[in-house]
């Protein structure tokens, strides 16, 4: 006999919902419109009452004329380091924990500032192209865009990105220990092109780039880069770059360490050497065991975190939930992510959300059902080279413990039988 209190899509919907959440587990379902009724007690804003935001005038259009996010998202924000003791040498955290999808929002794209944010007329401002070339140039940034513009969706990270985490556990979410991270759609030039224009000479193998901010900031970069997908862009999605981005021009190098891609982009000096700045000698170097530094270790190797669940969630009760998380690589593609719930002693192959494209941040997701016990949430990268991210005893086995840079190990989280998770090590 049909159900005169129920119309038929509830029924269709109910239906479906425990075709496909019952297959992963899902214990309670949402609930039907007489309990819900009761909840209410008749009134407020909840399902199946009318809201009054639907009995009210919304705001007129450009208002404000800039958009903003809604006022009940004002926790999601970048969040400073208190690392170093001045405001301008200093770093914000992108929050991971609260992102959808790979691409960052323009005002929370983790900072990493030397000197401070200049304050830069793009009118004022020029890119001087120097060095061993043939035509020595100097642009304004009218003649900068008129060259053909390239958009790529690549990632951007910080070498010192989870570098709390060599010795013991100490970001508490994920915000804190891998929020130099960030993911935009960069459209500007081909350093290719700017170097084809100015002629380069043929014993000339590197770059010394050079920043317009009150740090000056320098680092070398090899010419075969500098030939193959480096970038000099005016723009990140869509819209001119934020000045603590590089305003009005920076430098993107898909797939290298962040310190390499110049902000407030000024200058390019050609050599057939690198110039040994401070930021590759003293700085931006790995101090191995026996006392040598590795240098130039510019990629970003293949690595990937869990973002939900991740530190400071938790979960309000048994049954199912989908792992989600981001992976990325500097050599190309990532080819695979695998997730473990159990500290790494069994392993799932997780489905990766599509298009994957090479130097990006890849979306990985898996469903899970949780029992209520204590659960170790780890991820893996494979990426189209073959590399697999380590574990962190793997690292410290070959580079010791006096390294800040380049950290790229298994992440773990720990899910406790009250659903709080946790940052621990394995």
């Known amino acids: 006999m049909a159900d005169n209190n129920r119309t038929d899509g509830q029924i269709e919907r109910r239906q479906f919902l425990k075709r496909t959440l019952g297959a992963v587990g899902v214990a309670s379902l949402p609930l039907p419109i007489s309990q819900a009724l009761a909840a209410s007690n008749g009134s407020g804003n909840l399902a199946p009452n009318v809201p009054k935001w639907t009995l009210t005038q919304g ?26 003791p001045t405001k301008t040498s200093s770093w914000s955290f992108t929050p991971l924990q609260d992102m959808n999808g790979t691409i960052t929002p323009n005002g929370l794209v983790f900072e990493r500032h030397h000197g401070g944010v200049p304050d830069i007329d793009p009118d004022q401002h020029q890119l001087m192209l120097h060095g061993m070339v043939e035509k020595p140039i100097i642009f304004d940034m009218a003649e900068i865009k008129r060259f053909p513009q390239v958009s790529m969706k690549r990632f951007l990270e910080c070498s010192g990105n989870t570098l709390t985490e060599w010795k013991q556990p100490t970001g508490k979410t994920v915000q804190d220990t891998h929020g130099l991270l960030s993911c935009c759609e960069w459209t500007g030039v081909r350093l290719s092109t700017l170097l084809r224009a100015a002629g380069v000479r043929d014993k000339a193998k590197w770059i010394l780039a050079e920043g317009a901010d009150a740090a000056a900031m320098t680092r070398s970069i090899p010419m075969e880069k500098a030939l193959d997908d480096a970038l000099v862009v005016y723009a990140q999605n869509g819209e001119a770059l934020r000045p603590e981005q590089g305003y009005p021009l920076r ?38 065991p026996d006392g040598s ?12 975190v869990i973002t939900f669940p991740s530190g400071g969630h938790t979960l309000p009760e048994k049954g199912f939930y989908e792992i989600r998380g981001l992976a990325w690589s500097g050599r190309g593609k990532v080819t695979r992510v695998d997730v473990s719930v159990d500290g790494g002693r069994n392993w799932t192959q997780a489905k990766l959300e599509g298009p994957v494209e090479p130097k990006a941040l890849t979306a990985f997701r898996l469903p899970w059902r949780w029992k209520g016990g204590s659960a170790l949430l780890q991820s893996r990268a494979i990426d189209e080279t073959g590399y697999v991210q380590p574990t962190l005893q793997a690292l410290i086995d070959v580079r010791g413990l006096n390294s800040v840079y380049h950290l790229n190990a298994i992440q773990t989280w720990e899910v406790s039988s009250d659903g709080g998770v946790s940052n621990v090590h394995v």
């Open 293 to 304: 530094a590795r240098q130039f270790t510019y990629v970003m190797e293949a690595k990937s």
């Open 59 to 84: 705001e007129p259009i450009l208002s404000p004329p800039y958009g903003h996010p809604s006022r009940f998202e004002d926790g999601v924000v970048r969040t400073p380091t208190d690392l170093t």
């Open 251 to 288: 430098l993107i190098l898909p797939g290298f360490e962040g310190n390499t891609q110049i902000k407030w982009l000024r200058r390019l000096e050609v050599s057939d050497a690198p110039y040994m700045t401070r930021e590759e000698t003293s700085k931006y170097t790995d101090l191995m």
